[in-house]
Nanobody
Framework: QVRMVESGGGLVQPGGSLRLSCAAS????????MAWFRHAPGKEREFVAA????????NYASSVKGRFTISRDNAKNTVNLQMNSLTPEDTAVYSC????????????????????WGQGTQVTVSS
């Protein structure tokens, strides 16, 4: 059974930083892309960042490019999201996801590519 558990959310002031982590279990994760999505109240779920199974390919939403960095450690089955220069517009529940199909070398942005999801962690950016 595939399981994804996020951690690291919280309250941070504008301009601050947070690091989210996702611990995964239940499969050989180096074969599968992993991604972060976010969902703010009253808005559609939004792609944030994705990384290929090998870690060699990354994609970012334009709204976070240059501020957020996705990384993974396949030995530990973890994926991280370093978030810098946070703004109130980044406030949302952040969820990690694992692709259903083999994706060793590419990092899909569509949520339909991801079959396994965590429960999410709240990130609030406010003064």
């Amino acid at each position: 059974q595939v399981r994804m558990v996020e951690s690291g959310g919280g309250l941070v002031q504008p301009g601050g930083s947070l690091r989210l982590s996702c611990a995964a279990s239940g499969r050989t994760f180096s074969f599968y892309a992993m991604a972060w999505f976010r969902h703010a109240p009253g808005k559609e779920r939004e792609f944030v960042a994705a990384i290929s199974g090998s870690g060699g390919s990354r994609n970012y939403a334009s709204s976070v490019k240059g501020r957020f960095t996705i990384s993974r450690d396949n030995a530990k089955n973890t994926v991280n999201l370093q978030m810098n220069s946070l703004t109130p517009e980044d406030t949302a529940v952040y969820s990690c996801a694992c692709a259903g199909g083999l994706s060793t070398y590419y990092a899909p942005e569509s949520p339909s590519a991801y079959d396994y999801w965590g429960q999410g962690t709240q990130v609030t950016v406010s003064s």
